[in-house]
């Protein structure tokens, strides 16, 4: 069990405390959903349970927290390691064994155990996560669920009571994310008590006892998940994901929350249906309209790519065009060739075979630099990104290595940072700012130089739904000027709402490509990629209709009924 | 061209150099490089880089790496034998070439004339074939030899585990380092940014790219350094293995082969330092003076 009373953390050198007057109790076997918007403390108070707050991190504590009775405070890090096993966000961030045995060897061998008590330890714990013929494998060669779902073996092989993981799904692909919430689930129902932190709430919300929010370090919803999604108005304050299934509970007048497909289905079966025209916020469109454009921007004729000869190609065969102005979303399994797909068309990347043109431009003739001011590339994590002293200078590197004037200089820059919402962060260091803060100003520092096409890859990638809507629909709006944009998502909600045209990729080819709400009822199509249909569309079919998010199907349903 | 990622590669492969211990591979190193460090004839030096040569056959890399360590030599020993055959200032020395004749108009009052000395050539050869023969042997057990086994190596040797975790940790996420690298600068060329243009400049574009790279590798060590910690990991306390390294008759042989040439060759040339230096001399001892002054 878990019991948190009164806990107060300030981190070292900082006046403000990131949790304040925090109380909690997580039960034995419990599996508990901690979310909150970007910076609320929840990754703080992670860390806290796990003891690395105060004995590793320093900082000012007030309150007690208890482990199964161990005051985290009084009990040193190396006891309560065998009580906690706490995984982060990032596997190749925690995984350092190149051989998969010996990342799970690693705590027990730091407990000093004998030899035959470490492979005990170790076949038990790969066997949890799926992973028992993987051995001798080399942790490279792992997919991104695959690495996740070791770095938890490399914790349950200290037999832990309580594991704790932090956003362990923000890397994954859809693939990813089943495996390692399979195995979640498995360590629930053998008793061990789970709080996990996620964004994706849709995605965990079914699996969880009760969910918590925190908000700026307190704790402001703590229900079992029905009555959670009873209040989704906090959801929505915070820019927290409501789970489609709990939305269209709400919206077709369900008596009780709905948290699965299953359960709306037994609620259609027994007469439910919509009874809520759409109100003027459902019938909005998320995106504006815009004229087509005849003018190719970017295309790639028969381009095939490989890596390394000895390996097999990322991109096969590929032929595409992609018009000004079109918003294309791309998606398909890591490894299928997107982000290859993205480095083509930003000249990082010349084609083993075949032909990319950008702007016009053959990319075999061209240095990646010819391409500045023309094309901008955001990658996944924007730390990357970013190395001027303030986001002002940020901003404005870009435009100053174009030789833009002063006057167009200063008016981009601002128009940049007061479309990406960071006109207040102009002096901070952008290195200091959170992952969403870093994130805007990556891509102002994109747009500011007027681009024509803008490449992005994983932009929502473990940022809260208030985030990326907005920066989604900024892009979208951008498109209204005739900017191409072309990003990866794992989203396919982000794609039909914030995308012309879908692209989906398998194994280095395109396996589909048109509009999202066409793409989306071909089943097969969407299996191979391993990606599901919104719960709208499922339901959608039920009811005899064609929906592809919650406001096609309460107003259609609402028309129709 | 080949890719510099290729570096961080650790091959697989079952030649004999592949199933040494790491122990063993670790004195072979320690001992070739203090035999190198003790050596000062080019061809001796040329001798004992020639001995890698069969290693490298054996361990059956792929191409790109002797594309890769082929450069590397090729560039350490241009480089050093035509620094050092210009520049060399010491006494006595012999021109073998004029390149700019001390009357020659202002570059030749400039530098007082360009000449190549036999004494620097071979000087720089002697410095080149050392940092060949270094080089080469640290890229062949980086090469062939698995990080986890480069630890329990440094262990057994009675290297403490937290220094020897610090250095493996940092040669295993080298790869992903010159990865982001790569990324920095392909952000930064689209950005307008020219990386690769050496002027007044240059400073600027290093710290640019260095930047973001170390900002995310501090991030990365913090992520690694909770986990090791949740994980018990406690440099101080006694741990066990899981792995077992055990010596082959092979193993004993060649590490006493090596450790003992490689004491030798340094007590050999100790004591003629001393005998030079007038410190100490042993009359019984000329035949090994003579030795040692061919060496």
Request: hydrophobic share 45%; glycine share 8%.
């Amino acid at each position: 069990m878990i019991k948190i009373e009164n806990f107060t953390y300030t981190y070292p050198g900082r006046s403000v405390s990131t949790i304040k007057d925090l109380s909690a109790e997580v039960p034995e076997g419990g599996l508990v959903l901690l979310t909150g918007p970007t910076g609320c403390g929840k990754s703080t108070l992670l860390k806290a349970i796990n003891g690395l707050i105060p004995h590793l991190m320093g900082g000012r504590m007030e309150g007690k927290i208890e482990i199964n009775g161990l005051d985290t405070r009084k009990t040193d890090i190396f006891t309560l390691s065998r009580k906690v096993g706490l995984i982060f966000q990032n596997p190749d961030d925690q995984i350092f064994s190149t051989v998969v045995q010996d990342e799970v060897a690693f705590g027990p061998e730091n407990l000093a155990l004998p030899r035959k008590m470490i492979r005990q330890g170790i076949d038990k714990a790969l066997k949890l996560v799926g992973l028992d013929e993987f051995h001798h494998r080399g942790t490279h060669m792992l997919s991104g669920g695959e690495k996740q779902r070791l770095a938890i073996a490399s914790v349950l092989s200290m037999s832990p009571d309580i594991l704790i993981l932090d956003e362990p799904l923000a890397q994954l692909d859809p693939r990813g994310s089943t495996e390692v919430l399979k195995t979640i689930r498995t360590l629930n129902d053998n008793g061990m008590t789970v709080i996990l932190v996620e964004h994706r709430i849709h995605e965990v919300a079914h699996l969880a006892d009760r969910i918590m929010i925190m908000e700026k370090g307190r704790i402001v919803l703590d229900e079992e998940p029905r009555a959670a999604f009873e209040r989704i108005d906090v959801f929505k304050k915070l820019g927290l994901r409501v789970p489609e299934s709990a939305e269209i509970s709400h919206a077709m007048g369900f008596k009780k929350v709905a948290l699965t497909m299953e359960e709306i289905k037994k609620g259609i079966n027994a007469g439910i249906r919509p009874a809520v025209a759409p109100s003027s916020n459902h019938a909005s469109p998320e995106t504006p309209e815009k004229e087509d454009s005849d003018e190719t921007a970017l295309e790639m004729e028969g381009v095939s790519f490989q890596y390394d000869r000895r390996a097999g190609f990322v991109l096969e065969d590929i032929y595409l065009n992609i018009r000004k102005g079109e918003v294309v979303s791309l998606m398909g399994n890591n490894g299928s060739g997107k982000s290859t797909m993205l480095l083509h068309f930003a000249a990082l990347l010349k084609p083993s075979r075949g032909r990319v043109t950008v702007l016009a431009r053959d990319t075999r003739k061209l240095e990646a630099r010819q391409l500045a001011g023309m094309v901008g590339i955001a990658f996944q994590d924007p730390t990357l990104m970013l190395f001027n002293e303030t986001v002002w200078k940020e901003v404005a590197f870009g435009p100053r290595m174009l030789h833009f004037g002063e006057t167009k200089l200063r008016q981009k820059v601002e128009d940049a940072m007061n479309a990406m919402g960071i006109a207040g962060l102009r002096d901070e260091n952008p290195l200091s700012l959170s992952g969403g803060q870093r994130l805007r100003v990556a891509l102002a520092s994109i747009s500011s130089m007027q681009p024509e096409v803008i490449l992005l890859d994983e932009p929502t990638s473990g940022q809260d739904k208030s985030n990326s809507d907005s920066l989604l629909r900024y892009l979208y709006e951008l498109s209204g000027k005739g900017i191409t944009i072309l990003f990866t998502t794992h989203d396919i909600e982000a794609a039909i709402r914030y995308s012309d045209r879908l692209l989906v990729m398998n194994n280095g080819k395109i396996i589909a490509d048109g509009p999202p709400r066409k793409i989306i009822k071909e089943a097969e199509t969407l299996k191979k990629a391993n990606l599901r249909p919104p719960v709208s569309f499922k339901i959608g079919e039920l009811l005899g209709i064609e929906a592809f998010c919650i406001e096609d199907l309460v107003g259609e349903a609402a028309c129709s009924g | 061209m080949f890719r510099i990622r290729t570096l961080t590669v650790v091959e697989k492969g079952d030649s004999f150099i592949y199933r040494l211990d790491p122990r063993t591979k670790l004195l072979l190193l320690l001992s070739i490089g203090t035999i190198a460090i003790s050596l000062d004839k080019p061809e001796h030096l040329l001798l004992l880089s020639i001995f890698l040569i069969p290693s490298y056959l054996l361990a059956r890399f792929e191409l790109n790496k002797y594309k890769v360590i082929f450069l590397i030599v090729l560039i350490g020993l241009w480089g050093m034998v035509l620094s050092q055959a210009m520049f060399y200032r010491q006494w006595p020395r012999t021109v073998i070439l004029t390149i700019i004749p001390v009357d020659f108009p202002v570059l030749g009052r400039v530098t007082g004339g360009l000449y190549l000395y036999k004494e620097g050539l071979l000087y720089g050869l002697a410095q080149g074939l050392r940092f060949a023969t270094m080089i080469a042997s640290g890229l062949l057990i980086a090469w062939t030899t698995e990080p986890r086994d480069l630890l329990l190596g440094l262990v057994r040797l009675k290297v403490p585990y937290g220094m020897a975790f610090m250095f493996i940790t940092s040669v295993r996420f080298l790869p992903v380092l010159v990865s982001e690298l790569f990324t920095v600068i392909a952000v930064q060329r689209l950005r307008g940014a020219d990386t690769v243009r050496l002027g007044r400049h240059t400073l600027r574009s290093a710290i640019n790219i260095l930047t973001p790279v170390l900002a995310r590798s501090v991030k990365r060590a913090a992520t690694l350094g909770a986990s090791c910690e949740s994980r018990a990991f406690n440099p101080n306390l006694p741990r066990t293995y899981l792995r077992e390294l055990r010596y082959s008759r092979i193993d004993i042989m060649l590490s006493m082969a090596a450790v003992i040439a490689a004491a030798a060759i340094v007590v050999i040339k100790t004591l003629f330092w001393l005998y030079c230096t007038g410190i100490l001399y042993f009359p019984w001892l000329r035949w090994m003076y003579t030795i040692a002054r061919e060496l």
